[in-house]
């Protein structure tokens, strides 16, 4: 399904510049959980324990020293993903690149310049062109299968998803698991395998409309969701207290803003929540304005809130669910079912404030 928008990349040279692609192009320290430690083959384990353990003086000072190195490890990719986040901002083409952390690893969010006719694809090529230079600037991270692009960038709502991988020692390194992104030895291999991986999460925050879309279709669903926004708003006043601000990005977009006490930032996670569920609650009782992916990962981190996509529907009997619950439809260009004709970003702000405005 083909959109315009105000993001496909294959692996280019090194050495291409941000903006010399070609025309073909143009059309965000971890928690344990995310450390991958090697496994060994019951052959190796009993070697290892006959081996080293068995003579009491290896398990010990190698379970300090791996957790060292996977600290410098997450260290390592915070530097290479901030290097990410400059590199786009050089871009004219971008307008903004939000970098935020969660407990499932990094999320980018990428906007382009406003009034630009630059495509949402160009400006997911950018973000996977960045993400391959930041990587050869860095000294041990790599996007994992960097030379097999269909395993190193994974198709998600909005964008895509790539794996950032640690390598230890080079000269021990499974190379093949580093440039393809899987081991032909499997659990065969005595070569090192990533100390850690680490997942990195691109959306694209963009309004796009399908071709086929008219002005007077686009301003009536603009209008819808105008509409939609305001019964977030309203629950979210209800839930909250506090009096939440929309805000007109230029008609490509809106953000809502609500207020909280500079003091009172651990309650931040509070209002996110109650945030996500105003969207879900006012998705479930609209009939034709969706949260985009609401059955999988809708909501996507920033530094200071959250953002989302919201689509409209025509017809729920014709309407291609794969694309309104997980964000992406696996038939592409061949789905007899409709999509979205716009599509409309929205971002969850909350902003610091030393008095915040109550709700009448």
Known sequence: MMYLSSGSLDMMPQTMDLEQMPGAYLSSVAPAAWIQPAQMVPEQAEQHLEGCCSKGRCCCSKAAALSQVEVDSHAQVAEMVEDVKTILARSPKIASADLAQSSDGWFLVVAPTKGNTVTGDHVLALAKRALHEAAEKSKSVYVLGYKNPEFAFTTKAQ??????????????????????????????????????????????????????????????????????????????????????????????????????????????????????????????????????????????????????????????????????????????????????????????????????????
């Open 159 to 360: 964008g895509f998803e790539a794996k950032l991988a640690v390598m230890g020692i080079i000269q021990r390194a499974c190379l093949c698991t580093f440039k393809q992104g899987t081991c032909q030895q499997g659990w065969t291999c005595r070569k090192d395998h990533p100390v850690i991986q680490v997942p990195v999460r691109v959306f694209l925050d963009a309004a796009q409309f399908q071709v086929t879309a008219t002005e007077p279709v686009i301003q009536y669903c603009k209008q819808e969701f105008a509409n939609f926004l305001m019964m977030v708003i309203h629950m979210l006043a209800n839930n909250s207290g506090v009096a939440v601000t929309l805000h007109d990005e230029g008609g490509e977009g809106w953000s809502l803003e609500i207020p909280v006490i500079a003091e009172h930032s651990n309650f931040r996670e509070h209002f996110l929540t109650l945030a996500q569920s105003a969207f879900l609650e006012a998705s479930r009782q609209s009939k034709n304005i969706f949260v985009m992916g609401d059955g999988a990962d809708p909501f996507i981190p920033t530094p200071n809130g959250f953002a989302a996509m919201l689509g409209e529907m025509t017809d729920q009997s014709q309407a291609c669910w794969d694309v309104y619950k997980d964000g992406i439809c696996s038939r592409e260009g061949g789905c007899r079912w409709q999509h979205p004709q716009v599509l409309m970003p929205v971002r969850l702000v909350l902003k610091a404030t030393e008095f915040p405005a109550m709700q009448e």
